[in-house]
């Protein structure tokens, strides 16, 4: 049985720093690409960070130099730093990985989810 379980989440003040983490259980995450997605209200959800199996880590262009996503394979987590929050950035923030081979890169691509962890920024 596949789980993604998110936590790391909170309210904090503009400027601020958080760190997200997912804790997977039944599944190698070295062999997965897995990433961070976030939904506000009202939006759609959208990609935040990736990494691959090769280990390469892409973020967009919104969080640039602010978010940093990482793993550790032997422990099965990934992370997501989140820093000099706006706003903006106030969302559910969603674990996703891609249990096949391929990008993880957009909603449609992700096989698994978590039930998200809520950052709220004022």
């Known amino acids: 049985h596949v789980q993604l379980v998110e936590s790391g989440g909170g309210s904090v003040q503009a400027g601020g720093s958080l760190r997200l983490s997912c804790a997977v259980s039944?599944?190698?995450?070295?062999?997965?690409?897995m990433g961070w997605f976030r939904q506000a209200p009202g939006k759609a959800r959208e990609g935040v960070a990736g990494?691959?199996?090769?280990?390469?880590?892409t973020t967009t262009d919104s969080v640039k130099g602010r978010f940093t996503i990482s793993r550790d394979n032997a422990k099965k987590t990934l992370f997501l730093e989140v820093n000099s929050l706006k706003a903006d950035d106030t969302a559910m923030y969603y674990c996703?990985?891609?249990?096949?081979?391929?990008?993880?890169?957009?909603?449609?691509?992700?096989?698994?989810w978590g039930r998200g962890t809520q950052v709220t920024v004022s």
């Open positions: 996703a990985a891609k249990v096949v081979e391929g990008s993880c890169s957009t909603v449609t691509a992700i096989d698994l």
């Open positions: 039944g599944l190698t995450i070295s062999w997965k690409c």
């Open positions: 990494i691959g199996t090769n280990g390469v880590a």
